[in-house]
């Protein structure tokens, strides 16, 4: 039954206005694009003249104009949505200026492409790697401008891989990303609910869904895979078994969520790093990661970390892992509040370097701001 066209005349009146307004925008966002362009040509030209290379990306810059967003959003949207909206437009502009290209661990449809999606908007051009160190060796080698990889989950601790591979690397550090995790139960068009027999999923999601599976699926066998987006993928083409994933695999594989968030803890949360080899410059709310070699001996992680009360530097993660040289030495890898240019961060830094054997400077970053 056709609806019937409104004759409300308050109604009528708010469609014109929201049409003017709409007309208004992307006025405005076709001015932005120009002037991103402009920028793009002003970047090439100070290149060919030798006097500074061309930088597209800024994360910093990035990092303060969504800040702004937010502090001046006055609803009723809330911060973290306008700032998408930004996000996005943000994206599309600066792939006028020249369209990024972003490695992953992947396969597609993983929660590390989603982060990456996040950080960077829908307009790069996205690259899936099957392991950590291929998105190092690509960022390394110039094949992509950044890469994205996971280091730590609020549930199952760091990714250690992540932090190994630094200790032979020499990219930096751009920005992090934090990714609300949710796990969603899902099946293929064949699958017949009543006969499923096997879940599949990424040995982590298995973990954090352990209650919920425990009390709604005890006897269905679980088998770990390499990621989720291959667990959804095997789920495809199967009659008996179901997957453990998220949304954006379930549309990639075109999958049926059957049972949404089923992770054991709502504030599941993993946090990504983008690697690159620029080095940024402050944006006013940084974050800085290290790695530092110590000598064994008692009291060495005290004196390693009086340095950093003594000048009022809030450490936010420290990490030990196994020297690559053996004989039982450790490395330790730190995340603090603050930029390396900070001034009290650099007076910490003197006397670290001081009592440390080597410090490895991973950058300065944008705190994530969506």
Known sequence: MATKPTNNPEL???RDEIDAIDAEIQRLISARANCAKRVADVKLEARKSG?????????????????????????PLD?????????EIMSACLALEKPLEVAYLGPEGTFTQQAALKHFGQWVNTKPLL?????????????????VVPVENSTEGVVNHTLDTFLNSNLKICGEVEL????????????????????YSHQQSLAQCRKWLDAHM?????????????????????????????????ELYDLEII??????????????????????????????????????????????????QKYNVD???????????????????????????????QKAMVEVRERAVEVKELGSYPVAVL
């Open 218 to 250: 005890p006897h269905v066998e679980r088998i770990a895979v390499n990621s989720n987006a291959e667990a959804a993928k095997r789920v495809h083409s199967e009659w008996n078994a179901a997957a453990i994933a998220g949304e954006m695999a379930a």
């Open 315 to 345: 450490l936010t993660r420290l990490e030990t892992r196994p020297s690559p040289s053996g004989n039982w030495a450790y490395v330790f890898f730190i995340d603090f509040k603050g930029h390396l240019e900070d001034e009290n961060v």
């Open 12 to 14: 009528l009146k708010l």
């Open 131 to 147: 392991a950590i160190d291929e998105v190092f060796r690509d960022v390394e080698a110039g094949a992509v401008n950044y890469g």
């Open 79 to 87: 911060n973290e949505e306008m700032a998408k909206l930004f996000r």
């Open 259 to 308: 049972s949404q968030k089923i992770e054991d803890r709502p504030d599941n949360s993993t946090r990504f790093l983008i690697i690159g080899q620029q080095y940024v410059q402050r944006s006013g709310q940084d974050k800085t990661s290290l790695i530092v070699s110590m000598r064994n001996g008692p009291g060495v992680l005290f004196n390693l970390l009086a340095a950093f």
């Open 180 to 199: 609300r995790i949710h796990q969603h139960l899902m099946i293929g068009k064949n699958t017949q609910k009543k006969a499923i027999s096997r879940i």
């Open 51 to 75: 006097e500074e290379d061309a930088v597209f990306y800024r994360p910093e810059r990035e990092a303060q104009v969504l800040q702004r967003v937010m502090e001046r959003n006055d609803g």
